[in-house]
């Protein structure tokens, strides 16, 4: 069982920075992927950045060089570091933590309540 609580949301003008942190209580069996996602209304819920138990690292191609994902406290706490934000990055960001749940015959994803972030123009 795993709890994810968002903070770091906010206005921001465009080129600002802000960072996000999420963090982590409870257990799983294995953790497999952390990450960011970000809700658009009226468009599909999309992956911004994630590491995963492999080593990888997955950014959207939008926000490539702009922003960085970390980890620290064992992964207990996971941030997003926005920087030169746009007006087209202005969304609901989720946390979210995918995990083996017991065994490795399945998993399930955890995910917070998310936090907004609004870049104005």
């Known amino acids: 069982q795993v709890q994810l609580v968002e903070s770091g949301g906010g206005l921001v003008q465009a080129g600002g920075s802000l960072t996000l942190s999420c963090t982590a209580t409870?257990?799983?069996?294995?953790?497999?992927?952390r990450g960011w996602y970000r809700q658009i209304p009226g468009k599909e819920r999309e992956l911004v950045a994630q590491?995963?138990?492999?080593?990888?690292?997955n950014y959207a191609d939008s926000v490539k060089g702009r922003f960085t994902i970390s980890e620290d406290y064992g992964g207990n706490v996971v941030y997003l570091r926005m920087t030169n934000l746009k007006p087209e990055d202005t969304a609901t960001y989720l946390c979210?933590?995918?995990?083996?749940?017991?065994?490795?015959?399945?998993?399930?994803?955890?995910w917070g309540q998310g936090t907004q972030v609004t870049v104005s123009s």
């Open positions: 979210n933590v995918r995990a083996y749940s017991g065994s490795y015959s399945s998993f399930s994803d955890y």
């Open positions: 409870g257990s799983a069996f294995h953790t497999v992927a």
């Open positions: 590491t995963t138990s492999g080593g990888s690292t």
